[in-house]
């Protein structure tokens, strides 16, 4: 009984390894995530930020940042075991908008953000926040 134990515990890891949802590697993957203020400035002089951002996760905050414009906010993160990764922010447009949205969710981005060195980049902009796999198309994925 002891043998069959023995020989069952690796053969059931060894299928379960097999048919796990994504591949092995994606654990080390570290992907980047950038979030650009491209905000217009309107009356506010070129120096005086005019977007705040504050991103966190169930276990990690980013932290906050006021932002000027052309700024970047950038942090990287590995996906959990559990494909459970999900970073979300919110961006207030001083004195303007405010929005709440998913920068990282690792089941929706996993495969995405991939194509372009491993990046989800996004573009916050006047009409809404913008997502984009390779830095050329940008699709607007949260309006304001």
């Known amino acids: 009984m ?26 080390f993957i570290n992907y980047h995530i950038r979030i650009r203020n491209d905000l217009p ?14 991103c966190k996760s169930k276990n990690k905050d980013v932290g906050d940042k006021l932002m000027l414009v052309k700024q970047d906010y950038t942090w990287d993160t590995k ?25 990282f969710k690792a089941k929706r981005d996993e495969s995405r953000c991939k194509k372009y060195h491993n990046s989800c980049m996004w573009s916050v902009r006047s009409d809404g926040i913008y997502f984009s796999n390779n830095n050329a198309t940008w699709q607007n994925e949260y309006p304001w």
């Open 2 to 27: 002891t043998n069959l134990k023995g020989i069952a515990l690796p053969l059931l890891l060894a299928f379960s390894l097999m048919h796990f949802p994504f591949s092995e590697s994606s654990w």
């Open 41 to 54: 400035l309107f009356k506010t002089p070129p120096e005086t930020p005019n977007l705040f951002l504050d």
């Open 79 to 103: 996906i959990n075991f559990a494909r459970s990764t999900h970073f979300y922010c919110n961006a207030r447009w001083v004195d303007h908008k405010e929005i709440t949205f998913d920068a």
